[in-house]
Nanobody, 128 residues
Framework: QVQVVESGGGLVQAGGSLRLSCTAS????????MGWFRQAPGKEREGVSCTTWSGTSTYVAASVKGRFTISRDNAKNTLYLQMNTLKPEDTAMYYC?????????????????????WGQGTQVTVSS
């Protein structure tokens, strides 16, 4: 049974940093692309970043480009999201998901149909 578990969220002041982690078990981790998504209250889930199975190619949403970095450690079955210079508008529940293939779609890397296993999320709150 596949399990996806996020951790590392919390309360931070604007300008601060957090690193989220996501551990996936029950699957061959390095067969799959992995993605980070977020959802704020009353808003749709949006893609934050995607990385291919090897970690050599990544996609980052414009809203977080230059501030957030995705990475993965296939030996540890773990995905990371380093978040710097956090803003109040980054406040959301952050979710990790496994891709349906080893690659992020170049045309639509954050299309939810390209991800099929999701964690329960970790809350990130940025105070002003």
């Amino acid at each position: 049974q596949v399990q996806v578990v996020e951790s590392g969220g919390g309360l931070v002041q604007a300008g601060g940093s957090l690193r989220l982690s996501c551990t996936a078990s029950g699957l061959t981790f390095d067969n799959y692309a992995m993605g980070w998504f977020r959802q704020a209250p009353g808003k749709e889930r949006e893609g934050v970043s995607c990385t291919t199975w090897s970690g050599t190619s990544t996609y980052v949403a414009a809203s977080v480009k230059g501030r957030f970095t995705i990475s993965r450690d296939n030996a540890k079955n773990t995905l990371y999201l380093q978040m710097n210079t956090l803003k109040p508008e980054d406040t959301a529940m952050y979710y990790c998901a496994t891709g349906v293939s080893g690659y992020c779609s170049g045309d639509s890397p954050f299309d939810l149909r390209h991800f099929n296993r999701w964690g329960q999320g970790t809350q990130v709150t940025v105070s002003s």
